[in-house]
Nanobody, 119 residues
Framework: QVQLVESGGGLVQAGGSLRLSCAAS????????MGWYRQAPGKQRELVAT???????NYADSVNGRFTISGDNRKNTVYLQMNSLKPEDTAVYYC?????????????WGQGTQVTISS
């Protein structure tokens, strides 16, 4: 089991920055991959950024170069630094943890945090 608690959402103007945090209930070393996803009203949940092995990262094209995912193993916390925010970044952002569950995997989700970008 992995419990995830997100924080850091809010309302900012376009061009601003926010940092989201996701605190996991166990060591990041025991989790195969951590990631951030988002879901805007009327749209499907989409991948924003993932981190595996502690240093391998992957970003959606729409956020590449603006967002950075990172982790602090001492705090069991993953961050999403979001810069140059745009109105289209408005969504509920969810933290994800993926662990191995033979023969596949298991996904855990946080409760979500609202990010609203005003134009």
């Amino acid at each position: 089991q992995v419990q995830l608690v997100e924080s850091g959402g809010g309302l900012v103007q376009a061009g601003g920055s926010l940092r989201l945090s996701c605190a996991a209930s166990r060591s990041l070393f025991t989790i195969n991959a951590m990631g951030w996803y988002r879901q805007a009203p009327g749209k499907q949940r989409e991948l924003v950024a993932t981190m595996t092995g502690g240093d391998s990262t992957n970003y959606a094209d729409s956020v590449n170069g603006r967002f950075t995912i990172s982790g602090d193993n001492r705090k069991n916390t993953v961050y999403l630094q979001m810069n140059s925010l745009k109105p289209e970044d408005t969504a509920v952002y969810y933290c994800n943890a993926r662990t191995t569950a033979f023969p596949g995997y298991h996904d855990y989700w946080g409760q979500g945090t609202q990010v609203t970008i005003s134009s």
